[in-house]
């Protein structure tokens, strides 16, 4: 099993393949087996209309935190699902998204994750799941 | 109540003070009280991994189009919970979302939507709901 | 191709099968691939606190008019995830599951269904949705 | 506030005016402000096909600590949406859903719960998420 630097490098590597991710700017944090951290810096492009991360960005960094998590323990995944629930309006000058495995498995794995501010684990923005399956 | 080409031109001035919609440039095409349908031009910087539409844009195009629907029928909706089926790779060079309103409250709003290629209806990339609440 | 009566007559010996199914009372009343109807008449213990229908039985028709929906298609299938949307409160002497195929695959089935009095379709008690995988 | 036990024996009786819970046989094992637990000893009565924990019942388990942990923060609500992972198959003498608050709100209150094996909580059978809204 490869070690945590080396996840957090392949992770990193490719996120950049992905277009919208490194227009987005997002970093690997940490990355060990089943688990992985994300981070993004706010720029104002990224708002909704009250100037709130935009539920696009919400869903997609965790989407992407549950996908990376789910990479670091099977290749090419394709979510199949995912749902988000959005508890407070996400403010901050720097996102974190935590993804983790729940339950892996050779045909679905279970994923979730809560995206935050920075420093502010405890106050979540908004919380997610979402389904992984290998693509053929 | 607003005829239809008010009601698409006060969303597309909506859509237009949203910098993520603005930067996607996401176009109402259609619209009456209840049910609206947006487009969207495809990009290289809207791709994954593989070239798809990233999950960030399928989801948010999805809740975008529940949303404008809500807004059809209550102003000021911020989404509480959002669900997308991904049943496809979402490849196309315009996307369509439509989205309407499955039951209209005074404390939550039930919508869905689904996403297909334009001029394929019947082969959607995704489908999902979302519940929209009226802000504080 | 087995016609539609077999279909039904298959359904309702496999719903026969499972002892809460067979508690319940429920009937198969229409069926043909990748749709399903069923049926259950209200007793009053199936009530929740204020006699409407229970959350569980609201979710359980639902998830078996997708599962016996996904069955017409693939056998020995199993829900991954199942998502409901309560719209109103369920009181009816007959209720009425219409369950339906949306994206028929080898590893995944996505289903749709909703929940209403019977000669009430139009103001659904309830919506949802599973996803369904063959079972090892 | 009250203590524990008040808590206990209030959702208890609450329970029991709920029929299907009373068939069901639901006990509250622990509650305090925001979290509970209950309990369900197997029955025949309740298998699908595989003789497995019935999914309505799966999902009503879930649903049900969800709906208790939020009524420890606030009375008379209804589930209006509610999301279930089914993990593995559900087999155990005694079934222990443990419920929780994510987030209270007015008018929405976010709560997520697992249903697991006595003894065995590091081995979810499901894990689900419901939000809850004052009823009128």
Not at 33 to 62: C, D, T
Not at 81 to 102: M, T
């Amino acid at each position: 099993m490869p070690d945590d630097a080396t996840i957090i490098a392949n992770l990193q590597a490719l996120s950049g393949l992905a277009a919208f991710n490194a227009w987005l700017g997002i970093e690997i944090t940490a990355a060990k087996w089943g688990e992985v951290e994300i981070q993004l810096k706010w720029r104002p492009e990224f708002g909704q209309y009250n100037g709130y991360l935009h539920a696009s960005i919400v869903g997609g960094l965790i989407d992407t935190a549950c996908g990376f998590a789910g990479t670091t323990v099977t290749k090419n995944l394709l979510a199949s699902q995912f749902s988000i629930r959005c508890l407070r309006p996400a403010v901050a000058e720097v996102f974190v998204a935590k993804g983790r495995v729940v339950k892996p498995g050779s045909r679905q794995i279970f994923t979730s994750a809560e995206l935050y501010g920075l420093g502010v684990p405890d106050k979540p923005f908004a919380v997610g799941d979402a389904i992984l399956v290998p693509m053929d």
